[in-house]
């Protein structure tokens, strides 16, 4: 049974794809991350967890407040420092990490290998939306978040597989 | 000795001036905090020790981005539905306490009980902050950056008082 | 419709009557901490979300960690210095609170100001805990756990009320 | 000016060398995560760092924590189901990683990302710790906790490096 989206959710989908992430695009990520432990996982599952993971209304909020950030920077509308900071991506800032925690958290701390892993390799999409910077494109927490909403969906997979052996 | 103030630093205590705190007043909560516990504690410690939490930078950039928000819901610059959800203070967001958490967490998880306390009591500049939302300011962010940078500073204080009865 | 109860979550529940914490006495926290914001709030609907939330894996591992070391302490059997400071509830021990915000976190970041609110005032159940220090007993880690499940309750309850008015 | 060493500081090093892990082997980690950012680091000042993130009390108290764990588990002294999870380092325990985080987020939540990217790589030490599972040996929280250290090491070093790079 389909339940209804809220307005916040579709919100959030919303901002994801005008700023070209595509569900699928992060499923992708998560059946990556979740292939070598559990058999017959598929697409399907793995996008049908992404978008549990987006009810979340924790989640939705920090896909909305990190990507309007994003997007102010690249109008240039933030003060100065905080434009530079965000435009820069840089590395020491640490908020767009706290918001990707707040959105791993919502699976359990299990999540955080799996968000930091991604964060450090960038792989597919999330290498995508990081050389956007070389443009005037600014991702600093889109990649962040990217990473995190499929961490916290290969978590929830994982709360769904009780058989899954210790070396998950 | 004193340290010299970084660009960074200098402007998330101009971006609290500018919003009407000031350091003193994060103080007194530390006071009010600290003064069951510690004898002979002086307003001038709890000044210092806040002046000492403003010298992280994960908390300038909490404060930077906080503030950056309340400003940008004040003036009606952000989208549908955060701009919604920033002016209201809805109770559900969840964002604020999330970066209110970055900043508490920079002395360690002690500081967790002040802010839950102070952001539910609500005594003092917490309060004033607060009750702007019947006018036209956007405090949202900043009434949990103030209770956090309190609790961070009374945590700072503990740290440094290693006889601390089991009570504290 | 009941699920069924996992074994973990029969150990959870066991050890916490063990050390005579009834799931009614959780609730009550709930009660008092949603009768003002909640018209028509019940005593059953806070048990039910009390359950509700030790229904999650990472409340019950806390649980059973938590108790745990509480009851090693209690029994001497820890290395010292861990022994000493567990049985005293050293104020900057702080692995206590960690465990409580993996508690927290289930239902986002909005249960931190409940925690941080139950966790200094030590109402009722919590006090009780508390006091136990003055006996043989070490509930280190059981009070903070309590106060926990019980901010986690009530952001539970705070979810599914999405007419709560911004000053929840 | 060398500091004195608590109390405190001295029995997380203990616990440390007595489950075979040297502080050396943990400053290998951090070296191998900075190398690609800054040039001329040396295994010298990677080791200075580490014993920095020792000295905090919540790094002191989690390795004191984590480490009794898994010792316990090993000498089969544990409550089932607790002692069953631990031995089998299951994956969705997750308490371990809650511990892990307390360690990583004294220097700030960019640390996140090395501790996900060595908790999920198993480089080096954390690798033979991870494997002392098919032994009689428990390492199920020590393995976090050797990578949460060189993480937080990691951040603190690239802290003190203003002109890093918006790559890092």
Redo the contacts between chains.
């Keep these: 049974m389909e339940q209804p989206t809220s307005?916040?959710e579709e919100?959030a989908m919303k901002r994801l794809l005008e700023r070209d992430v595509t569900l699928e695009e992060i499923a992708e990520l998560v059946f990556d991350l979740q292939a070598p432990y559990i058999e017959n996982i598929t697409m399907d599952r793995c996008l049908e967890n992404v978008k549990q993971v987006l009810r979340?209304?924790?989640v939705q909020?920090?896909v909305?407040?990190g990507i309007?950030?994003d997007?102010?920077a690249e109008e240039g509308?933030?003060?100065?420092?905080?434009q530079e900071?965000i435009t820069?991506?840089?590395?020491?800032?640490?908020?767009d990490?706290?918001?990707?925690?707040?959105i791993v958290?919502?699976y359990?701390?299990?999540g955080?290998?799996?968000?930091?892993?991604?964060?450090?390799?960038k792989p597919k999409v999330i290498n995508r939306l990081d050389s956007g910077?070389d443009s005037s494109e600014v991702n600093t927490f889109l990649d962040d978040i990217v990473g995190a909403i499929a961490a916290a969906a290969a978590s929830r997979i994982?709360?769904s597989e009780?058989k899954?052996?210790?070396?998950?």
């Design positions: 307005t916040l919100a979340k209304r924790e909020n920090a909305l407040t309007e950030l997007i102010l509308k933030l003060s100065s420092p905080l900071i820069n991506d840089e590395g020491l800032f640490g908020i990490e706290v918001l990707a925690l707040a958290n919502v359990g701390s299990i955080l290998t799996n968000f930091g892993y991604l964060d450090k390799l910077k994982a709360h009780p899954l052996d210790s070396n998950y």
